[in-house]
């Protein structure tokens, strides 16, 4: 049996073509250019259409023969985002996790009102604002990235989603399973513009017969409930989920550990969220993940341009300040430098921003700020962390670029956890948890 994974991904789309016995088969991956220019810097809003567009492209690609032999296909992407569907069928652009137009302020009275736990670029705090701008009663639905994919490789028919993905919009009752219809209430969200809740993995149906016909894809290959990118890529990595520790560095970052039991009196900084066989899953999720350590090769490259000097192509210049870092940690050890890389703020704290300190007049060298970047970048994921969550964890499984390719956040990896650092096995996590649960789900 083999199955289609899909990953909706912030900047990039992935599919996978995922073997029951063998694993990954094939991977594409394409970048989706899907991001709207907008004046005011606070609104992060993409163009829905274009990400679909790109998805149906990869799907092409996949080798015929591959695609005859498709039961099933399984989709995820990035949590938190949202979109909306008019009565035509047709699209909102996507208002996605790094949308941040909202404001302590307003967050503030929202989580009064509705007694909930609301963030910058949660679903839920854009609906509350829509409802307080009186501007949800032209729209028929509201939906995940991921659940419109859904809707639309089925052709149409019901708005369904996942526990993962309703909890990332804050709106979701744990203990009962289904919305917060009391806070929905209070912030004015009319219930039925929601999805109907199903478990993560559940058949919603098959392929349409227009889908089915384009791309060669067997007509009974059953489309699976969209599972957020969180909760698939460990599914796609893990192995012992009761001693292991998913960290992730990508355009974003995240810090996860499955649990059996809900943690109580978590920090704010902390989420906990569903994952399936009615677990949990411990999050840090800092809203500036690789492109932390990008910032020092941006910053230079700045200063060179405005001295009347060339820039440094960017990779080149990455891979030059990532050396410095590495042997400087090797060499020295931790700098007197410390960087708190707050660069677009907290979803708890949304005013946080980075500090740098313990900067004298001799020790900015490259080595020292990257090494206490990458240093920083790894203890911002952790902080808040309970100790009798980390004390029988016996490995860190790492996935994403800037893991992979970037050795001095590798090594920062292993020194502040005291755990060796093993790469995820392949590429395209996501994509192949969402693959892997579908197959699951198809068989049953």
């Known amino acids: 049996m083999k199955a289609v994974g899909i990953d909706l991904g912030t900047t990039k789309v992935a599919v996978t073509v995922y073997d029951k016995n063998s694993g990954p088969v094939t991977a594409l991956n394409a970048p989706h250019h899907a991001a709207l220019a907008n004046e005011n810097p606070a609104i992060r809003e993409q163009d829905t259409e274009k990400i679909f567009a790109c998805v149906l492209d990869l799907i092409g690609k996949i080798p015929e023969t591959l695609r005859k032999e498709v039961s099933a296909i399984g989709i995820t992407g990035?949590?938190?985002?949202?979109?909306?569907?008019?009565?035509?069928?047709?699209?909102?652009?996507?208002?996605?996790?790094?949308?941040?137009?909202?404001?302590?302020?307003?967050?503030?009275?929202?989580?009064?009102?509705?007694?909930?736990?609301?963030?910058?670029?949660?679903?839920?705090?854009?609906?509350?604002?829509?409802?307080?701008?009186?501007?949800?009663?032209?729209?028929k639905s509201a939906l995940t990235i991921s659940d419109a994919l859904n809707l639309l490789l089925r052709g149409g028919g019901k708005a369904v989603t996942d526990p993962t993905h309703a909890a990332s919009w804050g709106l979701y009752d744990m203990a009962g399973g289904n919305w917060n219809f009391n806070a929905l209430e209070a912030l004015d969200i009319p219930q039925e513009i929601l999805p109907e809740i199903l478990p993560s993995g559940a058949v919603t149906g098959t392929v349409s017969k227009e889908f089915a016909a384009r791309f060669s894809i067997p007509?009974?290959?059953?489309?699976?409930?969209?599972?957020?990118?969180?909760?698939?890529?460990?599914?796609?990595?893990?192995?012992?989920?009761?001693?292991?520790?998913?960290?992730?560095?990508?355009?974003?970052?995240?810090?996860?550990m499955v649990t059996e039991k809900k943690p109580e009196n978590l920090p704010e900084n902390l989420e906990i969220r569903p994952f399936p066989a009615d677990r949990y899953l411990l999050v840090s999720a800092p809203l500036c993940g690789g492109a932390a350590f990008a910032w020092l090769a941006d910053t230079v490259n700045a200063f060179r341009t405005e001295l009347g000097e060339e820039p440094v192509a960017r990779g080149e210049l990455l891979d030059k300040l990532d050396d410095a870092g590495f042997r400087f940690m090797q060499e020295h050890g931790e700098s007197d430098i410390k960087i708190a890389p707050h660069f677009l703020g907290e979803r708890h704290a949304p005013e946080l921003r980075a500090q740098i300190s313990g900067v004298t007049l001799?020790?900015?060298?490259?080595?020292a700020l990257a090494s206490a970047l990458a240093l920083g970048i790894i203890r911002n994921l952790k902080s808040g962390f309970p100790a009798e969550q980390l004390a029988n964890r016996r490995?860190?499984?790492?996935?994403?670029?800037?893991?992979?390719?970037?050795?001095?956040?590798?090594?920062?990896?292993?020194?502040?956890?005291?755990?060796?650092?093993?790469?995820?096995?392949?590429?395209?996590?996501?994509?192949?948890?969402?693959?892997?649960?579908?197959?699951?789900?198809?068989s049953v």
Not at 106 to 125: C, D, P, W, Y
Request: contains cysteine.
């Open 78 to 139: 990035q949590m938190h985002s949202l979109l909306l569907t008019g009565s035509d069928g047709g699209y909102s652009p996507l208002v996605t996790w790094q949308d941040h137009r909202c404001g302590g302020e307003m967050i503030s009275r929202f989580n009064r009102k509705g007694k909930v736990v609301l963030r910058e670029g949660f679903g839920g705090t854009t609906l509350a604002r829509m409802a307080e701008e009186k501007t949800l009663s032209q729209w």
């Open 219 to 256: 007509s009974t290959a059953k489309v699976v409930n969209a599972i957020g990118d969180n909760q698939a890529s460990i599914l796609g990595t893990g192995k012992d989920f009761a001693s292991e520790i998913y960290l992730t560095l990508g355009t974003g970052a995240q810090l996860s």
């Open 395 to 442: 490995k860190v499984i790492g996935s994403g670029n800037a893991v992979r390719l970037v050795k001095s956040i590798c090594l920062a990896i292993e020194r502040e956890f005291a755990l060796p650092l093993e790469l995820a096995d392949g590429s395209e996590e996501a994509a192949c948890g969402a693959a892997e649960l579908a197959l699951e789900s198809a």
């Open 362 to 367: 001799d020790n900015a060298t490259p080595g």
